[in-house]
């Protein structure tokens, strides 16, 4: 619990000390408002994924992507990455991602991955949330340990939903 208090604090402020307030009464309040402002993401992500006959349960960051279902919207092989999150699937910004993010992605989903590839600008996730943006797979050793800005935190618009191929 103290874990996640202090990140609650590190996001309420993440924005610098420009614009806190002067007084200890001052800092609580906007800290409290700053706290409904984000609470989707600081929910602790904690659910079970399936694979084959293993269930393994992971509990992680509430920004690292955890086991949040992943999922190509085209071929199967390639298309436009999507995640399932608050009860609908949405989109990635592709900001920052790279070929090496996307083979960590299509082994996660069992795809090859190889030669596997990032396509920006894919779009076509029109009518969707935008999920994830800044998605960050440096050192992880899989899709659940990717870093993101938060849930629901974008800069972005459909025509940087994120594609990938999965060869």
Request: with cysteine; glycine share 12%.
């Amino acid at each position: 619990m103290e874990f996640l208090l202090v990140l609650l604090v590190a996001l309420a402020f993440e924005g610098g000390h420009a614009d806190r307030p002067t007084s200890k009464n001052e800092d609580m309040a906007a800290l409290l408002q700053k706290i409904d402002e984000i609470g989707a993401n600081v929910e602790v992500i904690k659910a079970a994924v399936v694979s084959g006959d293993d269930e393994e349960e992971f509990t992680g960051s509430p920004l690292m992507i955890g086991n949040a279902h992943l999922g190509i919207s085209g071929n199967g092989t390639r298309g436009r990455l999507e995640v399932f999150y608050g009860e609908e699937w949405g989109t990635v910004c592709d900001d920052d991602f790279t070929d090496a993010f996307a083979a960590i992605i299509c082994k996660y989903l069992g795809l090859p991955y190889a030669n596997a590839v990032e396509i920006h600008n894919f779009g076509g996730g029109t009518g969707k949330p935008i999920h994830l943006d800044q998605v960050d797979c440096e050192r992880a050793p899989d899709a659940r340990y990717c870093k993101h800005r938060g849930w629901g935190v974008h800069n972005c618009d459909h025509s940087e939903d994120l594609g990938i191929e999965c060869k």
